[in-house]
């Protein structure tokens, strides 16, 4: 008998790996680039902690409550150098923009997601940029962050496909 | 994706209840980060405490990406290197031959420069650094540009301190924790450093773009007087900033000042040294000479 194959027939995946792969998937991207050796002098590096949160939220929205973003987004903070506060709010709103989207549109799919996570990019970090400068020209603070959104809306298929990637990984059963 | 069974979660009261006040708390949390964010922007130094516990724990992560990849910022450069190999050679040793010959000059004015300092009884002024230490990595992702350094208050490293690399200045330190520290680099939108032109000390303003360049504004506005080629290095006005320390060139002339590069890439340089913050204690006591030893009692 093969002692080490407990598996039971129609038992469902660990509770704790479904909890905890998409919050740590996040929290890690947010840290990431505090890790990486690299001294950038513009924003250089697409919000990766930002994208795999639009990014589960699009692909499971029933797995979080809508408030998700109030501890995720003090912890991005916390590693974004933006101030403190900013993404607590942004990242909130735009759990409830997804929320409603997924209300009004029947049938969601691949463009429609990629459309909502690149809006939503878009608004997120341009309002970050200006609550972070308020005294600085608006035009330039924004052209300052453009780059930065294109690159994001292009890679967010990317971004989609590794959520998928870390999705089947929380629900494989053991 | 279909999209989800209707809003209401079916007849369920305790349900309804539940969603609702998922919004309830989701709303009043976001309005109230929102407070706290501009709250953070009008007093950045009372949340730094937050930000630096949670860089104490990143930074062991990137000391330890750091010395397995090394700087992995400058690798454009190293490109460009091979690439231009030959030309650069015969270039560089044109410059070597010429910069050899201004130097045997440089080391005579050098030497009458000591001996009239000598003569006028003025002390140099010794600017001894507080620390040396090395950006470690810095924010990517956001419009902040943010430094850590790898030192921190075990040094004597505290918030306001200038910090330069040997090529010129980096920024100022933000923030220190036990052992690293933040600097808000010199490209940072929100850096406003007092300069002069190194040529004839006219008084400028040098502010960030937050994209790696300088916007320079002149304090008087009639003329524009920045020519391509300008080196600009700190006045040492409204303290902080010691003066003479370089600070960028000027890269081309804009309707309202110039444009400038930094001098010393925060990217490209490898050590950097905190100094003392410029204010009136620390000028007075660099200033004022040791104490002569008390004189032998006379036998």
């Given at each position: 008998m093969n002692r080490a194959d407990t598996r039971r027939l129609g038992e469902p995946a660990s509770l704790w790996r479904m909890r905890v792969v998409p919050v740590a998937s996040v929290m890690l991207a947010s840290a990431l680039p505090l890790m990486l050796p690299m001294v950038a002098s513009s924003p250089v590096l697409p919000p990766l902690g930002l994208l795999f949160f639009l990014c589960w939220q699009l692909l499971r929205i029933e797995m979080w409550p809508v408030w998700i973003g109030l501890p995720?987004?003090?912890?991005?903070?916390?590693?974004?150098?933006a101030p403190i506060g900013s993404a607590i709010a942004l990242w909130t709103f735009a759990s409830i923009a997804i929320q409603y989207f997924a209300q009004r549109i029947y049938w969601r799919g691949f463009f429609h997601?990629?459309?909502?996570?690149?809006?939503?990019?878009?608004?997120i970090q341009s309002f970050a940029a200006l609550i972070a400068h308020p005294d600085a020209h608006m035009g330039k603070v924004l052209g300052l962050v453009a780059p930065q959104i294109i690159v994001s809306a292009l890679l967010v298929p990317l971004f989609?496909?590794?959520t998928g990637l870390f999705d089947n990984f929380r629900l494989k059963r053991r | 994706?279909?999209?989800?069974?209707?809003?209401?979660?079916?007849q369920s009261r305790k349900a309804?209840?539940?969603?609702?006040?998922?919004?309830?708390?989701?709303?009043?949390?976001?309005?109230?980060?929102?407070?706290?964010?501009?709250?953070?922007?009008?007093?950045?130094?009372g949340f730094a405490a937050l930000r630096v516990a949670s860089h104490e724990v990143t930074a062991p992560v990137a000391r330890g990406t750091r010395s397995v990849i090394g700087s992995i910022s400058g690798i454009d450069d190293w490109v460009s290197a091979y690439v231009g190999a030959g030309s650069q050679n015969r270039r560089l040793r044109k410059e070597l031959a010429e910069t050899r010959r201004q130097l045997v000059a440089t080391s005579a004015l050098q030497e009458e420069n000591r001996q009239l300092k000598v003569l006028l009884k003025l002390q140099d002024n010794d600017k001894a650094a507080v620390a040396n230490g090395y950006l470690l990595t810095s924010t990517s992702t956001s419009s902040k540009r943010i430094a850590l350094l790898s030192i921190g208050r075990n040094v004597g490293v505290a918030s306001g301190q200038p910090v330069r690399g040997a090529d010129g200045l980096i920024g100022r330190v933000l923030s220190s924790g036990p052992s690293v520290s933040q600097v808000l680099l010199l490209t940072d939108i929100d850096n406003i450093v007092p300069i002069r032109r190194a040529r004839d000390g006219l008084p400028a303003l040098a502010n960030g773009r937050g994209n790696g360049d300088l916007d320079i504004r002149t304090l008087n506005i009639a003329n524009n007087p920045f020519k391509p080629g300008d080196i600009l290095v700190t006045s040492g006005t409204g303290g902080l900033y010691p003066p003479n320390i370089p600070v960028a060139i000027v890269v081309r002339r804009t309707p309202d000042g110039a444009l400038a590069r930094p001098l010393a890439d925060p990217a490209q340089v490898d050590a950097v040294s905190v100094l003392r913050a410029y204010t009136p204690d620390n000028i007075e006591a660099q200033a004022v000479p040791a104490p002569l030893p008390a004189p032998a009692p006379q036998p």
């Open positions: 995720l987004g003090l912890w991005d903070d916390l590693f974004s150098g997601d990629w459309a909502i996570a690149a809006l939503l990019v878009a608004a989609m496909r590794l | 994706m279909v999209r989800p069974a209707a809003r209401r979660p079916g309804q209840t539940s969603l609702f006040v998922a919004y309830v708390i989701a709303v009043t949390g976001a309005v109230a980060g929102l407070l706290l964010a501009i709250l953070s922007v009008a007093d950045p130094v």
